[in-house]
């Protein structure tokens, strides 16, 4: 991308200069010299690439009765940067595991981990002890306002560029526990990473500050590193580089050796006693950013090597994993030295000595990359193991040699090397398929036996951007959503490259890799000099891939539209105009295949005379295609498209090329039905589909009748509009009441908008409802008639899980009224985030009544029954049965529904079809009860106007919350006059002022498919 704003000011004054004196007959000669010029100092700027260099020599000691280390550190900085530098920023990311207010605990909570925000003060960690020095003199520093794991560091003297100073503190670790993140121990077990004092990247851009987090990664400087490791004689140690002392290396060998002739191990992970004696152990690396150390005393270690396939050189591997998993790491050197051969043959060698593997107890996530060691947590079998250690290793590519900023640009780094992941699968196990690492039984029941092993990768790519919910992908680590974080950053980056190779194809791809790799390793490069490389090397214009695939949310969709003779027409319903490969199949076997040029809209190509029977864009399943339903078609046959059609129970994985209806048997209850058996038929699991349906017939077996419900929604995600999607649906029931039933038709429109920041934790949408249905005020005297209803619904909630809220915002209107209310509802939490103290206010007015208004209509100041629920919008279990009828005898007509007035206690107090307003709060009792307390107090119009009302009226409680939001039950202790009045009469027990709520609604799976996040 040409960038004129790099020009500095003195030459845009001087091509001023020049062009005012110019005649206009001159101008045309001149045009050629500016742009010859400015082409000149782009090319200047970027020769003025820097990056400062960081060299650490470090003494470190592991105490490891009470986890803590003790070092000290000399930091060799120089400043190659054009720039005068006054201060110097580091990191101390062990603080990051210091309290519940740094960024790593509000990240995990937003994550719902609260590994950190719960744990006690002694498995939480932090550094301390620091007492920087510039060139022996103590310099004056200060933690950062937002975040305690950075510091500033103010120099005495400015630091000119070209010059070097030493800077040196000694520092000591508390290490916390290994279940909150990276750096941590288990027991006797430690994990050292991200541990020592480090300056901060200063390049082009400014300096580069940041906060340790798990979703985000790091950026650091080059340098050399010298670090010497003291701990008990009877640690064995993997850690960065060069293992330096002859000693260490002698007892590594006979460890191998050892292992290596063990023909099984033993179950025995115990921690043996540490050694009273110490040892010190120096480790050396040139041309790496970071440094990392792992220590156990149950270590087994193999050694092996691995001939590189360039320079021949040879690289020593190692493993070292304790016998927990010992049977899948007997292999690991395989892995180890096949990733380093594959990773070196298509990118670039190997340029270090030594490459390790370390199995330890990881918390973030599967494996974690450090400069020419990765540590390994668990894994399930040893594919997977291969495929994690092999990932982990190849960083040393993608973020270890070539030192991308990770935390602002992950798909530099996780993205292009899970695109190496994908091909390494697939070039060592080509016949692999997808079944083999989801298990016989779940890949059955998917139905997914046909799928080759990449197609995870697309899976989880189509999953969310069908549902509009799929980011850019060169978006910065806090950028994404969390399941976004792995769905884009490492599985649509990995498909999208694979696309790309496939167009180049193996070898033009390869060849500029390998310029990329030796331009810039050791170095930082940015999204735009990879981006540029690849389109000032490549034959090909690749500007829909970079300008659109990568960095917009534009899909790939094409479509065959028709086949007529030799001529294919195909359509471009996506927005991405990108080129596409068209198979032609006799029966399986392919006969012909070209890869046809972008089309933009339509287009009819015309096809070789060959013979064959389908077909097929992207037969490889190469292209990251958001439909590939349409993606084929036959030769011959009246139906050319034609699918098969199928019952399936349950679900399954969405095939091209079949038509599913799933079922699954269903039970149903209420009073007047009774239990009623049937089946739910439907079209959708995942991914979502336009078009979705389900029916619900379900056998009355009280009044030997055919009862149920079905729905139909039609899906628009529109990607250029504030929606994330429109559901259009019209929705069907009838159930029995008594003798009777009710019929409801109900048309409605779901509109929710996209959030407009990564707070995943924002709803915010609009719902139109219409209502064709038994009128329930004739219904309650045996006539049956039907009403219109209307309702409008706008909803916005933060379901944060700090301090939570909702706001409601509805209106209601039917013949005879018009009403409006508000709701807003308010959570102050405590206690891990899980209990906290509730408000809830609401506040209605009718806006219209006509004479023969009916007040069933009414607000309340306790919730709507299920008489009162008009649009039988939630299911009662005996929507007719009425407390004040029934005397309290049928426990069914204690159920109610928590809207209007939110009172629980039943009562006539408080309906009115003017206005009202009530206010509610509950909260947790210490402990893990699951009790609320509850109190409410209301007014309405009209209140106190009479003897049998107070102007406030108020009711005070407690909660058995049994599912949360789901099921509760209430428990009146006291309430105001007016409300006991009232109730006294009609419920004889105490038992009888007893309520529940059951919300069913709430566990609707097709509702939760489409709105599911992280």
Not at 9 to 17: E, N, Q, R
Not at 65 to 78: G, K, L, V
Not at 231 to 242: M, Q
Not at 801 to 815: T, Y
Request: aromatic residues 18%; proline residues 4%.
């Amino acid at each position: 991308m040409f960038r004129y704003t790099f020009l500095p000011k003195p030459y845009f004054v001087a091509i001023f200069f020049i062009l005012s004196d110019i005649n206009i007959s001159k101008m045309r000669r001149f045009i050629s010299f500016v742009l010859m010029l400015i082409f000149f100092m782009s090319s200047l700027y970027s020769q003025n690439y820097f990056q400062q260099e960081v060299n650490y020599k470090i003494n470190v000691r592991l105490d490891d009765s009470n986890h803590m280390i003790y070092a000290d550190e000399i930091i060799e900085y120089t400043n190659n940067s054009p720039d005068t530098l006054t201060f110097l920023y580091f990191h101390l990311w062990p603080n990051g595991y210091k309290n519940n207010n740094t960024a790593l605990a509000k990240q995990q909570i937003n994550m719902m981990n609260k590994k950190l925000y719960s744990s006690s003060s002694e498995d939480k960690g932090y550094i301390d002890g620091l007492d920087f020095k510039i060139n022996g003199d103590s310099v004056h520093w200060e933690y950062d306002k937002n975040n305690i794991d950075i510091c500033k560091i103010y120099l005495n003297e400015p630091l000119l560029s070209g010059e070097k100073i030493k800077i040196a503190t000694p520092f000591y670790v508390k290490i916390p526990s290994g279940k909150i993140s990276r750096l941590g121990h288990y027991k006797e077990s430690y994990q050292l990473s991200q541990w020592y004092p480090k300056p901060a990247v200063y390049d082009s851009k400014g300096w580069h500050h940041m906060p340790y987090l798990d979703m985000g990664e790091f950026y650091s400087e080059y340098g050399n590193y010298d670090v010497s490791i003291t701990l008990p004689e009877n640690y064995i140690v993997g850690a960065t580089g060069n293992l330096e002392t002859k000693s260490e290396i002698a007892i590594l060998d006979s460890l191998a050796k050892k292992t290596d002739e063990m023909q099984s191990f033993t179950k025995d992970i115990e921690f043996p006693k540490s050694s009273e004696k110490v040892k010190t152990i120096r480790y050396t690396e040139k041309k790496i950013h970071d440094f990392a150390w792992f220590a156990d005393k149950r270590f087994n270690v193999l050694k092996g090597n691995v001939v590189l396939p360039h320079s021949k050189d040879t690289v020593t591997t190692w493993a070292f994993f304790t016998n927990y998993q010992a049977r899948l790491w007997k292999n690991a050197l395989e892995y180890i030295n096949d990733a380093v051969y594959y990773y070196s043959l298509w990118i670039g060698d190997y340029p270090y000595k030594n490459c390790s593997a370390v199995e330890g107890a990881l918390s973030a996530g599967g494996g974690m990359e450090y400069p020419t060691i990765t540590i390994i947590g668990f894994t399930s079998d040893a594919h997977s193991l291969e495929q994690v250690i092999m990932h982990e290793v190849g960083h040393n590519w993608f973020y270890g040699i070539l030192g991308s900023n990770e935390r602002d640009y992950p798909w530099m780094d996780e993205g292009i090397n899970s695109f190496y992941e994908l091909r390494y699968l697939e070039n060592k196990y080509p016949n692999r398929m997808l079944y083999q690492s989801v298990g016989g039984k779940l890949s059955q029941f998917l139905d997914i036996y046909q799928y080759p092993q990449r197609k995870m990768y697309e899976i989880g790519y189509q999953f969310n951007a069908r549902r509009n919910l799929d980011q850019e992908c060169t978006l910065a680590s806090e950028e994404f959503y969390a399941m976004n974080y792995g769905v884009i950053t490492y599985w649509k980056n990995a498909f999208v490259f694979n696309y790309l190779k496939h167009y180049l194809g193996n070898e033009e791809f390869d060849r500029i890799m390998k310029i990329y790799f030796e331009k810039w390793k050791f170095k930082h490069p940015m999204p735009d000099d990879f981006i540029q490389l690849f389109k000032d090397n490549a034959k090909e214009d690749l500007n829909w891939f970079f300008d659109d695939l990568l960095q917009t949310r534009k899909r790939v969709d094409y479509k065959i539209s028709s086949l007529r003779q030799n001529e294919l027409t195909v359509k471009n319903i996506g927005q991405i105009v990108s080129p596409f490969r068209v198979s032609l199949l006799n029966n399986d076997s392919i006969v012909y295949s070209f890869w046809n040029k972008a089309i933009s809209k339509k287009d009819c190509i015309n096809l070789p005379n060959v013979n064959f029977t389908k077909a097929v864009i992207d037969l490889e399943e190469a292209m990251p295609d958001v439909n590939k339903k349409n993606n084929y078609i036959y030769s011959t046959g009246l139906f050319k498209k034609r699918k098969q059609i199928g019952l399936k129970f349950l679900g399954s994985a969405e095939n091209p090329e079949k038509s599913k209806i799933y079922f699954a048997p269903i039970i149903g209850f209420n009073y007047y039905d009774k239990i009623m058996p049937g089946f739910l038929f439907y079209n959708s699991v995942f991914p979502t589909k336009k078009i979705e349906y389900f029916i619900m017939p379900l056998f009355s077996s009280g009044n030997t009748t055919l009862s149920g419900e079905a729905k139909i929604n039609y899906n628009i995600f529109p990607v250029k509009t504030p929606f994330q999607y429109i559901a259009i649906s019209l929705a069907g029931a009838k159930y029995s009441i008594y003798e009777n039933s009710f019929h409801k038709l109900k048309f409605e429109i779901d509109a929710k908008f996209k959030n407009q920041s990564i707070n995943k934790s924002i709803e915010n949408r609009i719902v139109i409802r219409n209502y064709y249905l038994t009128n329930l005020e004739n219904l309650l005297f045996d006539s049956v008639s039907y009403s219109f209803y209307h309702n409008v619904h706008y909803t916005y909630s933060n379901f944060r899980k700090f301090n939570p809220f909702e706001i409601n915002l509805n209106i209601d209107a039917g013949k005879g009224f018009v009403k409006s209310s508000f709701e807003g509802k308010y959570k102050f939490t405590y206690e891990n985030y899980k209990k906290g103290f509730e408000i809830r206010v609401f506040a209605g007015k009718f806006l219209y009544n006509s004479e023969t208004y009916y007040g069933n209509y009414n607000f309340r100041l306790s919730g709507n029954t299920g008489w009162q629920d008009y649009t039988y919008d939630n299911p009662f279990l005996g929507r007719m049965e009425n407390i004040s009828t029934t005397n309290g005898e049928h426990i069914l007509s204690q159920q109610f529904m928590k809207n209007d007035g939110g009172f629980t206690t039943y009562t006539y107090v408080g309906q009115t079809n003017n206005w009202i307003a009530t206010i509610g709060v509950k909260t947790n009792i210490p402990g893990k009860l699951p009790i609320k307390l509850y109190a409410n107090a209301g007014t309405f119009a009209g209140a106190g106007s009479s003897t049998s009302s107070q102007i406030v009226a108020f009711e005070t409680g407690i909660e058995l919350y049994i599912i949360p939001d789901i099921f509760a039950v209430y428990f009146p202790v006291s309430m105001s006059k007016d409300i006991r009045q009232e109730n006294a009469p009609i419920t004889k027990t105490y038992i009888e002022k007893v309520r529940f709520t059951l919300n069913i609604n709430k566990l609707n799976p097709f509702k939760y498919a489409k709105d599911f996040i992280l």
